[in-house]
DNA sequence: TGCAAGCCTGCACACCTGTGCAGGTGTCAG
DNA sequence: CTGACACCTGCACAGGTGTGCAGGCTTGCA
């Protein structure tokens, strides 16, 4: 089981067999390139916050969203940017109104068994 | 069900029941804001290469996981500097080597069923 | 058609953060 | 005692990012 790359040979290690347990566990670099990424997304408490309210209370607008979160309008539009880039949420139009909800599993999963799950 | 705060009142709603319900999935600010904080240490592919280490492999020392990650060993430092600084993981000396290992449930959960649970 | 509501965009500012390098401290082996 | 190893720290740099404001666009209602 030799998983250490060959630009990394060279280097001392305390654990050879503990070395190669880690680059396994670890897995594809792009793998957690893309999950990084998406807690960046989680990082920010605006973000978060909608994230939440989407997850638990479905479909919401954006004006709707700025009094839940006392975020104002501007920044509660540039944060479902961001998420709708990412995929993590999409918006339905109805009239001049614009629902959003969260359509991503993973981080629902991430939302519910984490953030909601660790409430004291 | 009031759950809007005084200083938000007199905006307007578009359904002014979900956003009570919104208000409450989103619960404590200060929750929120210390999960934020939590997801911003995961946000780093240097970081959570080495959380994902530590949390399949357990204890490993600076140098090793400098090997595994292929980060330089300062990085490696600085970066379980902070971790500890936030209680994600901690140190126990043997000798001149230092092996860390992940404690906080709470992250193990997030890593087990979202970055490694989504693993296509 | 005119007006207001809902939503979006652009720009400029300050702030934080990851990175690399050089060098320091403490510990063990010979 | 001396050297090598494991780990840590400080500093300076570049880059990304959240924030606020002002204003524009589209839609629906009277």
Redesign the interface.
């Known amino acids: 089981m030799h998983l250490?790359?060959a630009d990394?040979a060279d280097?001392?290690?305390?654990?050879g067999h503990?070395?190669c347990?880690?680059?396994?566990?670890?897995?594809d670099?792009e793998?957690?390139?893309a999950?990084?990424?998406r807690?960046?997304l989680?990082?920010?408490?605006g973000r978060?916050?909608l994230l939440?309210?989407l997850?638990?209370?479905?479909p919401?607008?954006v004006?709707?969203?700025?009094?839940?979160?006392?975020m104002r309008d501007p920044a509660v539009s540039q944060a479902l940017r961001l998420l709708r880039a990412a995929g993590l949420v999409t918006g339905e139009r109805d009239g001049r109104?614009i629902r959003y909800r969260l359509v991503d599993p993973?981080i629902a999963?991430?939302l519910a068994?984490?953030?909601l799950?660790?409430?004291d």
Do not use: K, M, N, Q
Not at 21 to 27: D, L, R, S, V
């Open positions: 250490v790359p990394r280097h001392r290690t305390i654990d503990r070395v347990e880690a680059i396994a566990a670890i897995g670099t793998h957690v390139r999950w990084a990424e807690f960046a989680l990082a920010d408490p978060l916050s939440l309210a997850h638990e209370t479905g919401l607008a004006t709707d969203l700025a009094v839940a979160t006392g109104i993973a999963e991430v068994h984490g953030v799950g660790y409430r």
